[in-house]
């Protein structure tokens, strides 16, 4: 009785309260308890949850230490597979030819990468640069690569060049693509036709004569 009357002094629409209309408050205002606090427990269970993996995975790591398996785990469930990588494109490390190529200076890159722990090299894409602007955003052919990546000092270990026939090397500093392009299409037409003769660039080196004559 206390609690009806009280019910009916608060609320402003009628003093004459039906028992159904109570027990529907009651049972809304229970129900929204209820839920608050499975709420709040699950809140509780998820920090506790987040604490747990947190001090397994950082727990007494130091810079320059080796990271523990779990690192990055995010406890049940997929872990996350963190990992870190670099971004550069091919034509930013260092080139005697104006550019950056696969030659070795990547292979040095690469070994670099593995020294420091890394696990990707993201290198942008490696297809035919349009002429105007040589964006590699911008490429001629997406079934294509670009040639003027192939690296000449390569070629000759490969025997399809001569070292007699490389250039003088350019100078370092801003890339220049289009000299870059003048100066290695010709050898790399000359390398091409040779691989497909079969010849060998350099007619003093039997060796390479005999790994050409192996293809």
Known sequence: QQRRARFARASPA???????????????????????????????????QAEAVAATTTAK????DSLQD?????????????RAGVVLHPTSLPGSYG?????EHAFRFVDWLERAG?????VLPLVPPERMFWSPYAGQNANSGNVLLISLEGLVA???????????RLPGG????DAVARLKEPLLSLAASRLVAGE???ASSSSSSSSLSSL
């Open 14 to 48: 009628s003093k004459a309260v039906a028992p159904r209309a109570f027990l529907g408050f009651l049972r809304e205002r229970l129900s929204s308890k209820k839920g608050s606090k499975a709420q709040q427990v699950a809140k509780e269970a998820k920090e506790k």
């Open 61 to 64: 790591v130091e810079p320059g």
């Open 70 to 82: 779990d690192y990055g785990a995010c406890g049940d469930g997929k872990p996350k597979g963190r």
């Open 99 to 103: 550019t950056g190529d696969l030659g």
């Open 118 to 122: 890394m696990k990707a090299w993201q």
């Open 158 to 168: 490969d025997g399809l060049l001569a070292k007699s026939e490389l250039p003088p």
């Open 174 to 177: 801003n890339a220049a693509f």
């Open 200 to 202: 060998d660039g350099d």
